[in-house]
């Protein structure tokens, strides 16, 4: 984890201005989301963006052009919301590729929009991230172990951020 970079917002910008480019009006939306979408919450230097596309599972229509721009497909779980990721290196980003009717991207939104409201669960949330990945790291373990070590306090902020969203 590093500090939070003024400069994410810009990144993601620029990804999703290549993202549009290269897909020539077949994603739907683009959506910063993760914690370098939050101002002033530590994070991994990782842009972590949901891209809406017509039907993920599609690859044809929208894949070869997210590779011919520096995307690479590291992750295809058609059993979770056809999801794919594709990873790029410079800048670094996850792209989280979801169909429009999928639930996971609005979490994520939620989540975001929550953190910038909340201060107490933001900074809850980044005690978590601090925790967990100085005891991942110290232990070898990987991202996933990391991911799993954050879990009980996403689940509480879950909790509190759907229910100020009216969706309990």
């Known amino acids: 984890m590093v500090a939070a970079d003024p400069s994410w917002p810009s990144v993601f910008d620029a990804l999703a201005n290549s993202l549009r ?9 683009i959506i910063h989301v993760g914690s370098t979408s939050v101002p002033g919450l530590d994070a991994k230097p990782v842009i972590d963006i949901d891209l809406i596309v017509a039907d993920p599972a599609a690859e044809g229509e929208w894949l070869p052009a ?24 410079n800048p670094r980003a996850n792209v989280h590729v979801f169909g429009p009717n999928a639930a996971e991207p609005w979490k994520h939104r939620i989540f975001r929009d929550h953190l910038r409201r909340d201060g107490h669960d933001r900074s809850l949330y980044a005690a978590a991230k601090k925790t967990a990945s100085e005891e991942s790291h110290v232990r070898g373990e990987t991202v996933m172990d990391y991911n799993r070590r954050k879990q009980e306090v996403i689940r509480e902020i879950y909790a509190r951020a759907f229910a100020s969203a009216g969706l309990t």
């Open 21 to 29: 480019s290269h897909l020539a009006g077949r994603a739907l939306d």
């Open 66 to 89: 997210l590779e011919q721009a520096g995307f690479v497909l590291t992750v295809r779980e058609p059993w979770w919301h056809e999801h794919r990721m594709l990873e790029h290196d």
